[in-house]
């Protein structure tokens, strides 16, 4: 049971017990007991919200470290690696043998529900149908075919149950934090294995040649990724040039310091000059983390243009011909786009040492309003698969995507209709995807009131990057 170190967060939750908020220190522990049968499992905590573990009020699942197992049923374990958590206030469903398991397809609609802990193909400990009777239960589960104990619906068969979550307070009186990777506004996260607090540290290929980048980003999409009607200020100090972020400019096929009033972030057809950049405000969390990156970004999108001029299906592909037809409204061919992007990606990492390209960002998805789901979701998946085939990539290269504007306004345009697709890259079984939020934030309207409720402010693409700058990072935890 939890130490003397500890603070109940959640208690009694099967009975509809409130929340006790509190602060969530470095480990968070779970206690379950179903009549004569119980488990204890601890871990290192992820969030620092307390509302992030107790009944789910959104999509989590993760990897989980440091896991420890005490139980009369289950084996016990003491610091195991391969734990997971299925976390969804909504439906899921089954994996690929069709069995509901360790490997459910959360999604974003319904309200069934689910807490479940896994390690590896065994269950630990679940909690179903959330919002109802409940389905809870310890271990495999053996009465029907789903081994996380979906639709056993045996809530009322227990005479006793118990569910508590406990907040674990490991720090020491002497506390040692470690700035490396620790960027501008970042909480810092303690490691239970060194008893330091700091924050996740990020891959990149050291270099002592400083006039060129050490880690290469790519930036591609509609207008938000470059910035329009969000524009540059000369008094915020977040928009000036820092001497060890580099752009690639296209005109002159040469690295420079990146400059959101230069071609050196995009040729000024595609990027108008003082316009915003994401990726510009990523590669400051990343110089502020680290003394010695050099960030690079390679940046060629276009405003107002479908998917379908990145996604390239061959001819015997199910989407070949609806592709080919939402490049050809335009007046283009399918993945035109992408191909200009991999010519200045070409030419980019021709001309320095490094090679290869550590992390890719998108947005883009407003002018796919119309389309249908499936499609988009098959061609998302395409871009991705083609950008990751490049020399200069791999199968798990990091590649993160936005949210379309929104909510902020209230809103209902149907631009935003994609951001179902986007938000389903962090549900799937990829874990080098991820999607950021950012339908919350301000549009150009809200800054400079022009009637732009489609453009994010400059407010919001500095917030942008921060945010996947975290959800970069996020991937190695």
């Known amino acids: 049971m939890p130490s003397r170190y500890t603070k109940l967060i959640y208690d009694d939750v099967f009975q509809g017990g409130d929340p006790l908020l509190d602060t969530v220190h470095g480990r968070v522990a779970y206690y379950m007991r179903l009549d004569d049968k119980w488990v204890y499992t601890e871990f290192d905590a992820w969030s620092r919200n307390p509302l992030d573990y107790g009944k789910p009020t959104r ?4 990897w989980i470290k440091n896991l420890t197992i005490r139980s009369n049923v289950v084996r016990e374990v003491k610091n195991a690696s391969g734990g997971h958590i299925e976390w969804s206030p909504n439906n899921y469903s089954p994996g690929g043998n069709g069995s509901y398991d360790t490997s459910d397809t959360l999604v974003d609609t319904g309200g069934y529900g689910c807490m479940q802990l896994h390690v590896g193909e065994d269950v630990i400990w679940a909690w179903n149908q959330i919002h109802g ?9 053996t009465s029907n075919s789903n081994k996380d104990w979906t639709f056993t619906n045996n809530g009322a068969s ?3 149950k118990t569910f508590s979550v406990y907040s674990i307070n490991t720090v020491q009186e002497t506390v040692t934090i470690k700035t490396l990777g620790v960027a501008h506004g970042d909480p810092l996260v303690f490691n239970y294995n060194t008893q330091t607090w700091g924050q996740t540290l990020i891959p990149y290929t050291k270099s002592n040649i400083m006039d060129e980048p050490n880690f290469v980003i790519a930036l591609t999409g509609q207008s938000n990724s470059q910035g329009m009607n969000a524009w540059w200020d000369s008094e915020n100090p977040q928009d000036q040039p820092h001497d060890r972020i580099f752009g690639f400019n296209d005109a002159t096929g040469k690295w420079e310091q990146a400059n959101l009033n230069t071609e050196s972030l995009g040729t000024a057809w595609h990027k108008p000059l003082g316009t915003q950049s994401l990726a510009f405000h990523f590669a400051r969390r990343l110089v502020e983390a680290y003394p010695d990156i050099r960030p690079g970004i390679v940046n060629l999108g276009i405003g107002g243009q479908p998917i379908a001029r990145w996604a390239k299906f061959e001819g015997y592909e199910g989407w070949f011909t609806y592709n080919a037809m939402r490049a050809s409204t335009v ?22 040492n490094a090679k290869s390209i550590d992390v890719i960002l998108w947005h883009q998805g407003e002018t796919d309003g119309d389309t249908e789901s499936t499609y988009y979701m098959a061609a998302i998946k395409k871009v991705i698969e083609q950008y990751r085939s490049l020399p200069y990539c791999s199968p798990d290269t990091p590649f993160v995507v936005g949210e379309t504007t929104g909510a902020h306004d209230g809103i209902n345009q149907g631009w935003e209709k994609r951001n179902v697709e986007l938000k389903a890259l962090n549900i799937d079984s990829d874990p080098r995807t991820r999607c950021i939020d950012s339908s919350d934030l301000p549009t150009s309207h809200y800054q400079y009131n022009n009637g732009d409720q489609i453009h994010f402010s400059a407010i919001a693409q500095r917030t942008m990057g921060t945010r996947y700058f975290r959800a970069f990072r996020s991937m190695f935890e």
């Not at 009777?133 to 589960?141: L, R, T, V």
């Open 59 to 62: 999509i989590q699942k993760r």
């Open 133 to 141: 009777n409940g389905e809870m239960g310890i271990g495999n589960n």
């Open 158 to 160: 227990y005479s006793r």
């Open 331 to 352: 007046g283009s061919v399918q993945g035109d786009i992408y191909d200009l992007h991999v010519n200045k990606i070409n030419n980019a990492m021709d001309s320095i």
